[in-house]
């Protein structure tokens, strides 16, 4: 080998091509790529749940208070926790065998209920023997056709708030029957809350 006595750099004879030295470029690796990218998509997703909060606003309420108030029937009145009814019926009774010419079936006999009726809502009562039955173990009786043979019958009417209306009822049940529940439903409206106060 023969070096330049100036400079120090190798020299190449005459005739003799130059080698060519090349250093090797060292390839990225691709697993320590792969492994930042991945650090990184776990930063980025522990920053965004550690930031996210759910809205308060879209959460409903669920106290329980709340729920005790939902489910309480009847409706109590905060001031005189006193019941607030629909209407208030008082009734009493009389049995009777007939009823001007009308007698009932063999075995039965006629319960004739004398209503008042006064009307505490601030809507509209409609009024008809159609609407009042009397329960007797467990069986649901209709008012009887010889309700109109009364002198007093319950007429139809319109009640509206505050009013008042009187009247009888006959029912056909069975012979010695005591223990009954009269009960009010119009058609087509919700059931109504009635204070029945027996006279």
Not at 58 to 81: G, H, L
Not at 110 to 120: A, G, H, M, V
Not at 141 to 147: A, E, I, N, R, V
Not at 182 to 195: D, G, K, L, R
Request: with cysteine.
């Amino acid at each position: 080998m023969k070096f330049c006595p100036s400079c120090g750099v190798q020299t190449v004879p005459a005739g003799v091509p130059p080698v060519a030295v090349t250093t090797p470029t060292p390839k990225p690796s691709h697993m320590k790529r792969n492994l930042v990218v991945i650090g990184i998509v776990i930063l980025l997703l522990l920053a965004i749940g550690a930031s996210y909060k759910p809205s308060e606003n879209n959460q409903p309420s669920t106290s329980s208070s709340e729920i005790s108030q939902s489910n309480t029937q009847p409706v109590m009145t905060s001031s005189s926790a006193t019941v607030q009814y629909d209407a208030v019926i008082t009734y009493s009774e009389k049995y009777a065998n007939s009823i001007g010419i009308l007698k009932p079936s063999s075995g039965d006999e006629y319960l004739i209920l004398t209503l008042s009726i006064q009307d505490n809502n601030i809507e509209n009562m409609s009024i008809s023997p159609l609407y009042f039955h009397v329960v007797i173990n467990n069986v649901k009786y209709d008012y009887d056709s010889s309700t109109f043979l009364l002198p007093d019958p319950l007429k139809n009417v319109e009640l509206f708030p505050k009013g008042t209306t009187t009247g009888s009822i006959a029912f056909e049940v069975p012979i010695g029957t005591t223990n009954y529940q009269p009960t009010y439903q119009p058609w087509f409206a919700p059931e109504s809350s009635i204070n029945w106060v027996h006279a």
